[in-house]
C-alpha cells in the first residue's frame, strides 16, 4: 500500500523547486528553504485558549527555492496554482503601519481592512509586510514556492508556506529569525494579512517540529518540549487519513467557536479558558449554561477537558512500558468531545475514526480546526491492510470520496537545505 515512505521524494522535490525556479527566472536561486505540515495529536481547539497541543511537524513541506533582486519588487510564483503575485516592497505598507497603534505583542489581531492582494498570496505578501512592520530589512526577491502538504486537508499548508517564505525572504535578505519569531511572525501574518483568526499551533509546529518527537507547547508561554515518540520500536504508526474534504467550507465555524470560547471566559472572568480547571468545570458548566446558554457550555467543557487530556496523553508517554490503547482511548475521547461539545467534526472524519477504530486501531481521532479534512489512527503495522481496506470501503459505501492514506512521520521543522 502507498504508506512506505517514498524517500526519494525530499530530493526530488528540492531538485523540482532548483529546477523550476531556473524555468521560471531565468537564474540559479541562492537557496532552498522547506518549512513542514503538521499534524496536531491531541489538544484541538485549544491553541487560542491559551491551552496545551501536542503536534508533530510531518514529512510534507512547502519549499521555497529564491533569490534576491536587486530591485524593491518581490516576486512570488506557486507552482501548484501556477499562479505568479508581484508586489512593490515599498508599496507593502498602508494600513496597520505607518503610526499603527495595535499592540505588537498581541498574537491575535484584527485583519487589515485592505490588504494589497487576497487569496493565496496573501500569505507570502502578508509575510513580506509583516517582517516589514517588525523592521526586519526585507530585500527584493524571486521565490518558487511548491509543496507537497495537500491544500485545506488540515495537515496546515497555509503554516508551511508562511515558514517556508519568512526563511527564504530572510535567507536572501540577510538576516535571522529565531524560531520563536519566525513562529509568531508568521501568525501574524496569517491573522492580520491573510485574515484567518488562528491560534499559534499550526505556525509553532511548522517552525519548532523535531525529527521522531511531538510537541508538548504550552501556548500561554510559548514553552516547546519535544517528547520522543517512537511508534517504530511499537511496532505501530499515526496513519493520517485525509477524507479530502476541504475544511474551507467551516471558516465561519472557526471563528464563531473561537469568539464563543472568548466570551465563555469574559464570563467566567478569567484571561482564557486554560484558566478553568478540571475542578471547577461543573460549577462553570452550570455558571456558563444558565449565563449564556448550554452550547457556549458545551464548548466550555471541550477545551477544559481537551487540555486535560494533552497532560494526559503525556504523561502516558513517559510510562513504561508504553500503553498504546491507554494512549488511543484519548484520542477517541477528543474526538467524541469535538463531535458532540464543540461540533466541528464532519460526516466523513466520524466515519473514519468509527471504522479504523472498528479494524482495529487503538484510536483515532479529527485532526486540525475540523469541519472536514483529515482524521489520524493510531495503528499497528499488522493491521494497518486492514485499517485502510475497511476505511476505503466504508466511504464508497456511502458515496463518499476516496480517501487518501499516509504515515504521520514526526519530522524536523523549517530549516535550510543544505
Ligand atoms: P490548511 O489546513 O491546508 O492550512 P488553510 O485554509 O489554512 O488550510 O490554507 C489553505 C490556503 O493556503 C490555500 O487556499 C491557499 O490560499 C494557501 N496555500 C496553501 N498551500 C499553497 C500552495 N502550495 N500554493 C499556493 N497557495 C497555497
Ligand atoms: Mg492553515
Redesign the pocket.
Given at each position: 500500500m502507498a504508506v512506505s515512505l517514498d524517500t526519494g521524494s525530499v530530493a526530488s522535490t528540492v531538485d523540482g523547486a532548483r529546477r523550476g525556479f531556473h524555468e521560471r527566472f531565468g537564474s540559479e536561486p541562492a537557496g532552498v528553504w522547506a518549512a513542514p505540515g503538521r499534524v496536531n495529536v491531541i489538544g484541538e481547539h485549544t491553541d487560542y485558549n491559551d491551552g496545551f497541543v501536542l503536534p508533530m511537524a510531518i514529512d510534507r513541506a512547502?519549499y521555497a527555492a529564491a533569490a534576491p533582486r536587486q530591485d524593491r519588487t518581490l516576486r512570488v510564483y506557486?507552482a501548484?496554482?501556477d499562479e505568479t503575485v508581484e508586489i512593490s516592497l515599498d508599496a507593502l505598507v498602508g494600513p496597520g503601519s505607518a503610526g499603527d497603534s495595535r499592540d505588537a505583542a498581541d498574537p491575535a489581531m484584527a485583519p487589515l481592512a485592505e490588504p494589497a492582494v487576497r487569496?493565496?498570496a496573501g500569505?507570502p505578501v502578508g509575510v513580506a509586510w509583516i517582517l516589514q512592520q517588525a523592521g526586519f530589512p526585507v530585500g527584493g526577491a524571486d521565490v518558487y514556492?511548491t509543496?507537497t502538504?495537500p491544500?485545506?486537508?488540515?495537515?496546515?499548508?497555509?503554516?508551511a508556506?508562511e515558514c517556508a517564505t519568512a526563511l527564504a525572504l530572510a535567507g536572501v535578505s540577510g538576516f535571522e529569525l529565531t524560531t520563536a519569531e519566525l513562529a509568531r511572525h508568521t501568525q501574524r501574518a496569517e491573522n492580520i494579512y491573510a485574515g484567518?483568526p488562528c491560534g499559534p499551533l499550526?505556525q509553532m509546529s511548522s517552525a519548532f517540529g523535531q525529527d521522531g518527537s511531538v510537541l508538548y507547547i504550552d501556548t500561554r508561554s510559548g514553552e516547546v518540549r519535544p517528547q520522543p515518540f517512537d511508534l517504530a520500536a511499537e511496532n505501530a504508526l499515526l496513519l493520517i487519513i485525509d477524507t479530502r474534504v476541504s475544511?474551507?467550507h467551516g471558516e465561519n465555524g472557526y471563528a464563531d467557536r473561537r469568539s464563543a470560547c472568548e466570551r465563555a471566559a469574559e464570563f467566567l472572568g478569567v484571561a482564557a479558558l486554560r484558566d478553568v480547571s478540571v475542578a471547577e468545570l461543573p460549577e462553570s458548566f452550570a455558571k456558563v449554561s444558565v449565563g449564556l446558554g448550554e452550547t457556549f457550555a458545551r464548548r466550555l467543557r471541550h477545551v477544559v477537558t481537551e487540555d486535560a487530556r494533552v497532560e494526559q496523553f503525556v504523561e502516558i508517554l513517559n510510562q513504561e512500558p508504553l500503553s498504546l490503547p491507554r494512549l488511543g482511548h484519548r484520542m477517541m475521547q477528543s474526538h467524541a468531545s469535538l463531535r458532540d461539545d464543540y461540533e466541528v467534526s464532519a460526516p466523513e472524519l466520524d466515519l473514519a475514526v468509527a471504522t479504523a477504530v472498528a479494524a482495529g486501531a487503538h484510536g483515532a481521532r479529527m485532526t486540525?480546526g475540523g469541519f472536514g479534512?483529515s482524521a489520524i489512527a493510531l495503528v499497528d503495522r499488522d493491521l494497518l491492510d486492514d485499517v485502510r481496506a475497511a476505511v476505503v470501503a466504508a466511504f464508497a459505501e456511502h458515496g463518499y470520496t476516496e480517501p487518501q492514506f499516509f504515515p504521520a512521520v514526526a519530522s524536523a521543522g523549517a530549516h535550510r537545505i543544505p
Open positions: 512547502c506557486a501548484q496554482l487569496g493565496w500569505y514556492l509543496s502538504v491544500v485545506g486537508s488540515g495537515l496546515s499548508s497555509s503554516a508556506l484567518v499550526d475544511h474551507a486540525g479534512g
